[in-house]
């Protein structure tokens, strides 16, 4: 059975940072693409960051680039999310996802880590 666990959200007051990690049952890291997400109150869920199968590619949503860094250590079998110079805007549930297969749908999800930056 396939399992996302994310950890490492909290509460930071803007400017500052966090490291997310997505702990993966089930499934290798290194199988499919893998990504974060986020939802913040009353919106839609929207993509933050992902990493190619390969781990050679990365991929980011504009309003966090130079500030997020996605990356994986396949002997851990995870999945990190950086984040630094946070802003208040970029408070959100944070969930890690997979897809079931190479080049498919992002299937699996986490419960998701709360993240809240202070003004």
């Known amino acids: 059975q396939v399992q996302l666990v994310e950890s490492g959200g909290g509460l930071v007051q803007a400017g500052g940072s966090l490291r997310l990690s997505c702990a993966t049952s089930g499934r290798a890291v290194s199988s499919t693409a893998m990504a974060w997400f986020r939802q913040a109150p009353g919106k839609e869920r929207e993509f933050v960051a992902a990493i190619s199968w390969s781990g050679g590619r990365t991929y980011y949503e504009d309003s966090v680039k130079g500030r997020f860094t996605i990356s994986r250590d396949t002997a851990k079998n995870t999945v990190s999310l950086q984040m630094n110079s946070l802003k208040p805007e970029d408070t959100a549930v944070y969930y890690c996802?997979?897809?079931?297969?190479?080049?498919?749908?992002?299937?699996?999800w986490g419960q998701g880590t709360q993240v809240t930056v202070s003004s």
């Open positions: 996802t997979a897809p079931k297969s190479l080049g498919g749908e992002y299937y699996y």
